[in-house]
């Protein structure tokens, strides 16, 4: 099987998978000062989960 595929499509296809790929890295490195603190209260709230879950059984406090 022949590939019949132009030189200056690949190339072209390939500029914009390399320019998509850079803009969202870009724009991923942006938003990562943004949404940080809601991953770090994700990340807090899933340690204590557990923590909060055993008071709750064994001390009888109630989480409202």
């Known amino acids: ?20 790929t850079v803009g ?5 490195w942006k938003l990562l000062g943004f949404l940080m603190p809601f991953v770090v209260g994700w990340i807090i ?8 879950n055993w008071l709750e059984k064994r001390l009888k406090i109630r989480k409202n």
């Not at 019949?4 to 390399?18: E, G, M, T």
């Not at 969202?24 to 991923?28: A, E, P, S, Y």
């Not at 899933?46 to 923590?51: D, E, G, H, K």
Request: aromatic share 12%; proline share 6%; hydrophobic share 60%.
């Open 24 to 28: 969202f890295i870009l724009i991923g």
């Open 45 to 52: 709230a899933s340690i204590a989960t557990p923590v909060v």
């Open 1 to 20: 099987m022949t590939n019949k595929r132009p030189y200056w499509q690949v190339a072209v296809s390939l500029l914009f998978s390399i320019a998509a």
